[in-house]
């Protein structure tokens, strides 16, 4: 079972950027599709970005051309960058598989606030 651990968030003024970090234990990340994950209050936990085993990204139409997400598997982490970020994008951030088949991790939160 793959265990996820979520770094990164913090508060930022929008406009800002944040780079988030998730690094997996488990010997078949790199065999994984792999995405992050929000979820604001009072709402449900959408999939903003996912990239497959073999690198092919995709992004909810919400965040796309502002965040990147990226993965090292030597590292067996995730990354998610994020820029021209906005108050709607306030949420706890985590990261799982495509399909959230992972136990979820703590998540971290950003805030983006003036």
């Known amino acids: 079972q793959v265990q996820l651990v979520e770094s990164g968030g913090g508060l930022v003024q929008p406009g800002g950027s944040l780079r988030l970090s998730c690094v997996a234990s488990g010997t078949i990340f790199r065999r994984l599709d792999m995405g992050w994950y929000r979820q604001a209050p009072g709402q449900q936990r959408e999939l903003v970005a996912s990239?497959?085993?073999?690198?092919?990204?995709n992004y909810a139409d919400s965040v796309k051309g502002r965040f990147t997400i990226s993965r090292d598997n030597a590292k067996i982490t995730v990354y998610l960058q994020m820029n021209s970020l906005k108050p709607e994008d306030t949420a706890v951030y985590y990261c799982n598989t495509v399909g959230g088949s992972a136990n979820w991790g703590q998540g971290t939160q950003v805030t983006v606030s003036s």
């Open positions: 990239i497959t085993r073999g690198g092919i990204t």
